[in-house]
């Protein structure tokens, strides 16, 4: 059974930074990607980051661009997303998401995740 756990989120002030880390089991981490996504209160749910485990392909939506940096430790089967410079506006439930599949695409197009975590709270005050 695929499992995603996430864990790093915390309350931070603004410009402060975290690391999240998504820890993957029960798949061969082998041509998977894994992304990050975020939902704010009253909002929709939005891709930030994702990367290739086969080649390290990363991507990333505009707004995490220049601030954020996704990583993977394939030896510890991890992902990591590096939040530096963080806003009032990063509030948010952080999940990973997982495409374990014969064909996988960088893209923050939810659809082709196929496994989500439960998420984990990141709060940055003003």
């Known amino acids: 059974e695929v499992q995603l756990v996430e864990s790093g989120g915390g309350l931070v002030q603004a410009g402060g930074s975290l690391r999240l880390s998504c820890a993957a089991s029960?798949?061969?981490?082998?041509?998977?990607?894994i992304g990050w996504f975020r939902q704010a209160p009253g909002k929709e749910r939005e891709g930030i980051s994702c990367?290739?485990?086969?080649?390290?392909?990363?991507t990333y939506a505009d707004s995490a661009k220049g601030r954020f940096t996704i990583s993977s430790d394939n030896a510890k089967n991890t992902v990591y997303l590096q939040m530096n410079s963080l806003k009032p506006e990063d509030t948010a439930v952080y999940y990973c998401?997982?495409?374990?599949?014969?064909?996988?695409?960088?893209?923050?197009?939810?659809?082709?995740?196929?496994?989500w975590g439960q998420g984990t709270q990141v709060t940055v005050s003003s």
């Open positions: 998401a997982a495409q374990v599949n014969m064909i996988v695409l960088v893209t923050l197009s939810q659809g082709w995740y196929d496994y």
């Open positions: 990367i290739r485990r086969s080649d390290g392909k990363t």
């Open positions: 029960g798949f061969t981490f082998g041509d998977s990607v």
